[in-house]
Structures are given as C-alpha cells and as structure tokens.
C-alpha cells in the first residue's frame, strides 16, 4: 500500500519552500483513482481551498491532445505522418532546404530551434513581460513565421528542439482535416468520450465554474501576485483542466487507447506516440526521448515512463504513467515553483515500492540543503554563504562595496568529500565540501571555511 503520508511530507516541503499557492494530485492504479487531494488555496485573497476538483491551465501537456488528435485522423486515413507540412499550410517549412514533416513538428525535431512566440505572449498577457506578440491565429502563426526557415540549424529528425508553433500548425491542420475549430474536435473527439466534462479551452467556461484556481505569478521574492490565464494559446497549451479529468485521460493510455467500453485510438497508435523519436537534451536517468506529444523514459527504476509538463508561468501541470504497472499520477498548481514533474516520479517511486530519495534530483536536492549555510574563516576573519539558486549552488563572499558571486558546479556527491569546480581564468578550480556527521567544512582556493549555521 502506497504511503501517502510521506508523499503528502514530500509535496508540503517542497510547496513551503517555493510558495506554491495551491496544488491538486490524483493518482491512478488498475483503472481506478486510488488518491486524490487538493493541498492549500487554489485562491488566497479569499482563503479558498484547492480541491481534487480544481481547475487550472495544464499548459503543454495540451499537446499531448493535439497529438493524439493528429493520430486519430492518421486512424481514419485523412493523412500520413511523412507528408510535408507544406501540403497542409500555406507555409513552404523547411529546415536546411529539406521539407519539415508532419511527424517532425509531432516530436520537435523539425531542426527549427523555438521561435518562443509562445514566451513572450504569455509573459505579456500575465504582466510578466512587455514584448507584445500579434498572434491570435493560425493566419498570424504563418506571418510571424514566415521567416523562419533562416533560423534552422539541423536537418529535420536530427536534433529536438521544443517548438510550440509547431503545436499551432498541427491545430491548424486537426482543422483543415476535420472542418471543426481545434478546440470543438478535442472536445468532441478526445473529452467527451473520456468524460472529462470539466475540461476547457474557452474564458467563458471557466469562469461559470465554481471550483477555478486563480493564476499567480510568484516573484523572486516568493510574493504570489494575482494574474490571469493566457485564453488564447490554444493547441501548444490552452487546455485547462483538473487532475480527476487527466485521471481518466491517463487511464485511457494505460488501456492502450480504449475508456468505458469506447476506443479513442488503436493499441497500435497509441503505442506508436510512446516510441522514442528523438534524444532529449537533458539526461537523467538516461535514453530519455521524445515522441508524439509525449515525454519517454525508458529506464525510470527499471520501467519504462510516458508523460509530459507543462507550464503557463501562472500554472504549471504534470501527466506521467508507466504502462506495464498500470500506474500514473496527476498534478496542478496555481503557480511555478518545485517542478511538479518531480512531485510526481516521487510519487511513481513509491507506486513501484521503491525509495523515492534515491532519485538523481533528490539526492542533489538533499545534498544542496546538507551544504548551504553561512561560512567562516578562522576566528570569523572573513564570512561567506553558500546559497541554491535555480538548482546551482553558489558560493558568496560580499562586503559593503563588493559582491562575489561563484557558481559551483557538481563532480561528485558521493561520500564525506563532495567536488565541486567552478571556472576562473578559463581554468577549472577545484572546491571541496567536506562531511563529517553535523560539521561541514568548505575548501575554497586558499580558505577553508566553516559551516556556522543556516540562512534566515
């Protein structure tokens, strides 16, 4: 049986140190919701808790819905996954004068690095930023990116990068081949039958519902301000849902594309989406890849896992579940803060009986907060602190006129002797944390340091 008390430890640690407003989580296993639960205010101005049933915008794991349409339409012979973009769109897409593929903009290896339309409108409708995008449509999609066949830097299928517009073109085509708005085949196609009824795209809908978390933006400073929803992003990451919805949507995957006595996409397909297509550039665990609309680690504690993220900046999402166990796990929040992506393989661990603290990033994690504190010299000739920012320790030494700020960069973690290095005169300078039960001591060039106690 799953400890959800230690989960629900986990959550409210990493929650508390980065003033995440709200959350809601729901786990599935064998078909079934066996956990659900909403941890603190999906709204603080009113003191309102977030429930199981709260809604909030679940950003690019939206392309995991515009993936499986796609897939769909493939089921029903409307096109191919190898014809060229160009036959869809009034947009000549090529990538190192080779035609960018359908399949290429399915797993982000259309060699076109992100345009980040998608960055700069949603900072700007949230009031986080101040370059103003015109694209409300596919038609603007195709001006703005008009040019940007000179910004490709590898042959299509060779190198992924993430290209949200790429999500905006295969809307475009759902539409095309389907004569329905993207937003009413989704719905029609993929949420009704799942009966995920309180799933949607439009701000309409969501404010007659009476169970919405309201956005934030958490500053650096940790203050959670009041923003709003980007409504407008659409097939790249519009959907705004709760996490019993994304149950269902998880349960049909691990029924390998069928849901109460209905079959959205064939066993076939659906595994054909989970097939590694092209190298992540981030390694973890290893092998990790993408497919069609859908994140691949093939190795995560010995099972292979299928989910995707997503983050509007004023909510973030995670969907991840493991085919062979007949597990997954569902998370939302109201802000970015612990990537839920990580609240979530905790979790997976644990459904796997496994110990979640032996995880990469939590051994990291553990290992950050055994080393940061305030340092000394000897007799306090000089102080120093040692600080986590953006997952990177950094090491401080600042006085009245001067600051120095040096990035600290793991070898190796292991043992009572920790090695970092950071960069100085184009050389690599070796640092030593050294462990000995409660005492931790700081090699740095000519000082050894003293840890003295903890940041306030």
């Not at 793991?410 to 005169?425: C, R, S, W």
């Amino acid at each position: 049986m799953l400890d959800f008390g230690r989960l629900e430890d986990f959550i409210f640690e990493k929650m508390s140190k980065t003033h995440l407003p709200g959350l809601s989580m729901a786990i599935v296993k064998n078909g079934e919701v066996v956990y659900s639960r909403g941890f603190c205010f999906r709204d603080l101005e009113y003191g309102l808790r977030a429930t199981p049933e709260t809604l909030y915008g679940i950003g690019s794991v939206t392309k995991s819905f515009t993936a499986l349409s796609i897939m769909q339409l493939v089921e029903e012979g409307k096109l191919s996954l190898d014809e060229p973009v160009s036959k869809y769109v009034p947009l000549d897409l090529k990538s190192v004068e080779e035609p960018v593929k359908i399949w290429h903009l399915m797993s982000n290896s259309s060699g076109i690095p992100a345009l980040a339309y998608a960055e700069a409108l949603i900072r700007y409708m949230t009031g986080a930023g101040d370059k103003w995008m015109p694209i409300a449509s596919c038609e603007d999609m195709f001006t703005f990116m008009r040019e940007a066949n000179q910004w490709a830097l590898t042959r299509p299928g060779e190198r992924w990068f993430y290209l949200n517009e790429g999500y905006v073109i295969l809307g475009y085509i759902i539409e095309k081949l389907s004569g329905m708005r993207y937003e009413e085949y989704v719905k029609k196609k993929i949420l009704e039958p799942l009966q995920m009824n309180r799933s949607f795209f439009s701000k309409e809908d969501i404010e007659a519902d009476l169970d919405v978390a309201t956005p934030y933006i958490i500053t650096r400073d940790g203050e959670c301000k009041k923003s709003t929803y980007p409504y407008g992003v659409s097939a790249d990451g519009g959907l705004i849902s709760n996490v019993l919805d994304l149950a269902r949507y998880i349960i049909m995957y691990l029924n390998r594309g069928k849901y109460d006595g209905g079959t959205l996409l064939s066993s076939e397909l659906i595994e054909k989406m989970e097939k590694p297509r092209i190298k992540l550039p981030l390694q973890i665990f290893g092998g990790e890849a993408y497919g069609y609309g859908l994140h691949i680690i093939p190795n995560f504690l010995g099972n292979k896992l299928v989910g995707h993220g997503g983050s509007v900046l004023v909510a973030t999402a995670y969907m991840g579940y493991i085919p062979e166990k007949r597990i997954g796990v569902a998370l939302l929040a109201n802000g970015s803060g612990y990537p839920l992506s990580q609240m979530g393989l905790y979790g997976l661990a644990l459904m796997l009986g496994e110990n979640p603290e032996k995880l990469p990033f939590i051994k990291v994690e553990r290992t950050f907060d055994q080393l940061t504190g305030l340092y000394e010299t000897y007799k306090g000739t000089m102080k120093a602190q040692v600080v986590s920012k953006e997952g990177i320790l950094q090491l401080e030494i600042k006085d009245k006129y001067t600051d120095m700020i040096i990035p600290l960069i793991p070898e190796n973690i292991e043992g009572e002797v920790k090695t970092f290095y950071t960069v100085q005169a184009g050389g690599k300078l070796p640092i030593e944390f050294i462990v000995k039960r409660d005492k931790v001591d700081l090699i740095y060039e000519r000082y050894r340091l003293e840890k003295v106690g903890k940041i306030e």
